[in-house]
Structures are given as structure tokens and as C-alpha cells.
């Protein structure tokens, strides 16, 4: 029953009696005072519910703390009594660059001799070369597998503070071209030897140059805009970044040769070619679709090439009609295929020698884990550290002691005096509820006994 209702109940019952209204009026008693009075009569029993409330609730965050102290404690206990944490082990590898070392607390003390006789690779299937073997005596006007040559283009040669410009027409050949560019360095005092081999022009010059476009591409078209100057001795080379044959990866597959829509098959799984798809769009198909196979373009040498996203003996398939394999240079003819090799090991421990091999770099031996980075051997030293054995004995005890210290204060500690609850902070209500209780008197000895007997 609440206040409002017992006032009710009072108003209700005392109205009711016009003599002890009138009474009051006429003997000068105080009504107001005694209804009041019946009302903290009335709500005794109310205040006692919810003084009694007050105490279970504060008792219960009491107990409540003590749970939260031990579940702590058996968290700590838990990952202290894994092997890991009793016996720690220590690990060191004499040469990092060819393998790194960690240890489970399985691991036999002693020195490892292990030479690493082989590293994992990735299988690897690249196609053939996709564009056009380009020969000297071409055309510039005829190099357009990447680029479309302008006519006469205007190309700067420049040394120090001097410069020529010689102008290549579409008619050009790349042997015209050299003997331009052959000219303009001599008129500038220098010494140069220009060739074009494989699909690259090189210029070496006694005098470190520049070479640029005015107008045109023809430093595009030539790949010498990509290309970095380098210096050996008294000799300075620029050469095209990679064969100008090669088609780019915007190249539709119609201009490769295919000449209707179809389909390719890569491990078993099966992508869809449109005639107006570019190379790279092809690329980014068999990316989304083929989980264990990673596509890229080689802009150098103008082959599509697949790896495998695992290291180890893993297969490559290639499956399609020639109407598609062909022209991208996929088929048996054009196309080459690396099988990946196992990583192998030779360990030597207590004048027992094995041979092991995984598809991985990494390795699992006796509680070693071994990481492979180069061939060589490294010596591997295991031990047991004594040292953070004390050190974490030492971190027991005083997560013991605390835990102790805490249950013996909640069952000796004396209520807060002096104070109203009002003015106690949290803590200081809940001080003293647990003094000489018995279910926590009980746990504390346990906990004591448990390493004194």
C-alpha cells in the first residue's frame, strides 16, 4: 500500500465522523497533526518493505563485488595454468635472413642445425606475347599497338644548355628515325650509340641528355617516357621501359582477334568473354570469379599471367576453344606453365637428422614453427626461460594475496558510523554488510587452506 492510498484510506475513515470534526473545532485539538500522525502509523509497515529492500539490494552489489573479485581471480588462475605461461620458452635464430623461429612450451630444450633446402613457390602460367614483333625497318606511322603515332611529332634532344629538334613523319622508319636522333647528338657534341633491339630503343650517349616531346607522342609510342636515365661510368642510357609491341590493357578482345562472344574455363570455373571486353576488363572477370588464381597483365612483355595464391604443387587449367585461347596466346603453343615447388628442410637435433617438405614457407616441427625466407642454414637455440617463471610465480602470489586480503576485509570490516546514507558514497554503503557471514567466512578458508595444506 502506498502513501496516496493510505491517505485515502484515513480521509476516508476520519471524514466520515462529523463529531470528530466538529470535536476539533470545539476543543481546540489539532486534526491536521493527528491525521498526520495516523499517517506515519499507517506507513510503518511501507518504510520497514523499503528499508528491507535497501538492505537486499545493497547486500546483493555486495555480493555482487566479491563474484566480480573471484571471477577475476579464476580468469588470472586459468591462463596461469596453461604450459605456456608455467614454462616459457625462448627461441633465437643465428641467421634471420633465412629463417625466424617461434617456440611452443612443447618444444625440447637444445640446438637445432637446420638448412633450408628449397623455398615454396607459386605455380605460375603465362601466355604468350600479345602484340606485334616490331622490326626496324617498320613504319612509324605502322607502331600503333599502344599508341596512335602523330604525324610529324617533334621530339627535343637536349644537353646542358643546348638543344635539337627533329621532326618524325608518319613515313619514318625506325632506322630513319635512329639516324635522326644519331645526328642531333653529334650536332650537340656528343658521342651516341642508338639501337633498337627486341622491341626497344636504346640510346647511350658519352653526355647525360634529355629527350622530350614538343609535339606528338613519340616519346609514348617509344615507351621513353616512363623510362629513367641511368649512368654507368662515363655512360648514360635511356632505353624504353618495355617492348613498344606489346599491346595495353585497353585493347578490346575483338582487336586481339575474337571474333564472337564465348567462354574460358580457369580451374574448373567459367568466365564469360564479350568481343567488347578490354583486356583488363578479362582480367578483372577471371579475378572475381577464380578464388585460387590471381590474374595480372605484364606491361613489359605483354603476357597475361596466372598465379596461383598458394605456394606448392598447385595445377593450372585452361580450358576453352581456340576462338578464345588463341588469340590471348593461352593455348598449348604459346603458353608456358611453372609448377610450384614444396619447401624442404633439413633438421638436425640430438644426432638425429630429418628431411621435411610443406607446400608452405612455414613450418611446424616439435613445437617450432619455422618461417622460411632464403636458402642457407641457421642455427636454433630453444631454452627455458627461468627468469619470467619467477617473475610470473611471483605475479601469483600477489593476485593471491590480494584476492585474500579482499575477502578477509569484507568479513572483519565494520559498518560506516556517523553518517547518514544520504551522505555515504557507494562504497560506504556496502561496507560492513558481509561482516562474519558464514557462505563468505566458508570461501575465504578455502581459498586459505588451499595452499597451506
Known sequence: MDLSSIANNINYRYQQSSRMQIGGAVSGLDTQSIIEKLLEIESLPLQRLNDKYTQYTNLQKAYKKVSEKIR??????????????????????????????SVAPSALDGTYNIDVLNLATNS??????????????????????????????????KIGSQEQQITISHSDTINDIISKLQQAFTDLGATANISF????????????????????????????????????????????SGDIGVYSTFKTLS????????????????????????????????????SDVYATYDDKSGQIVLTSKTTGDNIISVEGDNIALTPLKLDDVNSTFVLGQLAQVRVTFNGVTEELSSKSNTFIYNGLTLNLSALGSAIVTV??????IVERVKDFVNKWNELTDFLYTKITEDKVKGKSEDQMNEDEKLQGLLKNDAFLRRIFDKFRNFLTV
Do not use: C, H
Open 124 to 157: 605460375i602460367f603465362k601466355s604468350g606475347k600479345l602484340g606485334r614483333e616490331i622490326q626496324a625497318t617498320d613504319t612509324y606511322a605502322s607502331i600503333d599497338t599502344r599508341y596512335t603515332p602523330v604525324d610529324n611529332s617533334t621530339v627535343k634532344i
Open 197 to 240: 633491339q627486341d622491341g626497344k630503343m636504346k640510346i647511350e650517349s658519352n653526355k647525360a641528355f634529355q629527350i622530350s616531346n614538343v609535339s606528338g607522342n613519340f616519346t609514348f609510342v617509344f615507351r621513353l617516357n616512363d623510362a629513367s636515365l641511368k649512368q654507368s661510368g662515363t655512360t648514360f642510357t635511356l632505353e624504353s
Open 255 to 290: 582487336s586481339l582477334g575474337i571474333s564472337s562472344d564465348t567462354t574460358i574455363k580457369i580451374n574448373g570455373k567459367e568466365i564469360t568473354l564479350k568481343t567488347s571486353d578490354t583486356l583488363q576488363t578479362m582480367l578483372q572477370k577471371i579475378n572475381n570469379t577464380v
Open 383 to 388: 631454452g627455458t626461460d627461468r627468469d619470467k
Open 72 to 101: 577475476d581471480f579464476y580468469d588470472y588462475i586459468t591462463n596461469f595454468s596453461l604450459q605456456a605461461t608455467l614454462i616459457p620458452k625462448t627461441a633465437t635464430s643465428s641467421a634471420t635472413s633465412v629463417l625466424t623461429v
